[in-house]
């Protein structure tokens, strides 16, 4: 009789166990199967939103170029360039239109978030280059010697890039000229790039273009012999060239003098290129109540052709009348398409953020894509 009771226990036992490792377990295995489910969802969400953006044109399908723009009258988001049968090819207008300052209109973040159907996520855009160049001036006029780095994103030096440099400068604050000069980085991924200029230069724009294998990135120095370079601003919408100018100091609204364009250089992958010859009557710089500062605006039949990646304007301003160079639109001239673009911060309740990126091409030009995307609070 023990021996049966004995049995009976050791099966009570048993299942009892069976019976709470599966209260405990089934749960568990629950929870991570959700927790699985759930985050490729949210990668599901992020990679639809990467693909809309870089693979669709939007609709209508050239939204970003028209003249009198209306970000109510998009229906669908996407960057692509609509003419181009490549993948991940960029229209440059549409990608002008996340840069916020942008005097020709830009699009609102809101507005992106909700055409990508990301109500329930928060999310930030960089256009960046596949790598840095940074120029340090060593000496200037007569002399003129910069210090050029040349790196991966993460830091690591590239050495033998070749470094083209095209310096546009004017001259007794009257005559504008441009000169140029090359070198090749060392194994820190270094060189300098020099130049003897006129002793009476007074003011310089160095543009750089860096090769790395067959990938470049343009960029541009600017040395301030004119005083507004923070505060001025450009936008390039396919044959249009805008400049905004914000009121401040020497360029208050009524003051005295007239301000005009001199002439306009196009920077591409290929070079710099002459485009126009300015003319006081033709080409003043006037205050635009609408816009709050001094504003100019001229259509270049064929300038899209040039694959322009930013302008470099030459002014002729007064008190006492002078030269003075710009560079615009900003971020593209230092190498950028996007700083930034959408929400500054992640506010995921997991701290969950994901990150995707893509090569992508713009105005002929190689940039690195960066979608940062998370769940809001």
């Not at 130049?195 to 860096?210: E, G, H, Q």
């Not at 009121?247 to 290129?273: A, F, H, N, Y």
Request: charged share 15%.
């Amino acid at each position: 009789m023990v021996a049966p009771v004995f049995e009976h226990i050791t099966a009570i036992i048993f299942v009892s166990m069976l019976f709470f490792s599966a209260v405990i377990a089934v749960p568990a295995i629950s929870y991570v199967n959700l927790l699985y489910v759930d985050q490729q969802q949210f990668r599901n969400v992020a990679l639809e939103a990467l693909d809309s953006m870089l693979l669709s044109a939007g609709y209508p399908a050239k939204w970003g170029t028209s003249a009198s723009f209306d970000e109510s009258e998009i229906a669908k988001f996407g960057l692509a360039l609509s003419d181009s049968f490549s993948f991940y090819v960029l229209d440059p207008d549409k990608v002008q239109r996340l840069d916020v300052n942008s005097p020709s209109g830009s699009l609102d973040y809101e507005t992106v978030r909700a055409l990508l159907g990301l109500q329930d996520y928060g999310f930030n855009i960089k256009i960046t280059p596949p790598f840095d160049v940074t120029a340090i001036k060593k000496s200037g006029i007569p002399s003129l010697l910069y210090e050029v780095n040349v790196t991966f994103n993460d830091g690591r030096p590239i050495p033998n890039a070749r470094v083209e440099a095209s310096i546009l400068y004017v001259e007794n604050q009257q005559d504008y000229s441009s000169t140029e000069t090359e070198n090749s980085t060392n194994l820190l991924g270094r060189c300098t790039v020099e130049k003897v200029l006129p002793s009476s230069v007074t003011d310089y724009v160095v543009v750089l273009k860096a090769t790395v294998a067959d990938l470049a990135t343009v960029t541009s120095t600017y040395m301030e012999g004119f005083g507004h370079q923070h505060t001025t601003n450009a936008s390039i919408i396919g044959d249009n060239i805008s400049l905004s100018i914000p009121e401040g100091p020497g360029w208050l609204k009524g003051s005295s003098g007239k301000r005009w364009i001199e002439s306009i250089v196009v920077v591409s992958l290929d070079g710099t290129w002459h485009l126009y010859n300015g003319s006081k009557l033709d080409d003043p710089i006037i205050w635009s109540d609408s816009q709050d500062g001094w504003a100019w605006s001229k259509i270049f039949t064929g300038l899209s052709y040039y694959n322009p990646l930013f302008i470099i304007f030459n002014l002729s301003i007064p008190n006492p009348r002078q030269l003075a160079l710009f560079v615009g639109p900003f971020a593209t001239a230092s190498g950028y398409r996007i700083f930034d673009f959408g929400s500054s911060s992640a506010q995921s309740p997991s701290g969950a953020v994901l990150k995707l990126t893509r090569s992508v091409e713009i105005s002929g030009m190689t940039y690195i894509f960066e979608l940062l995307i998370w769940k809001e609070v």
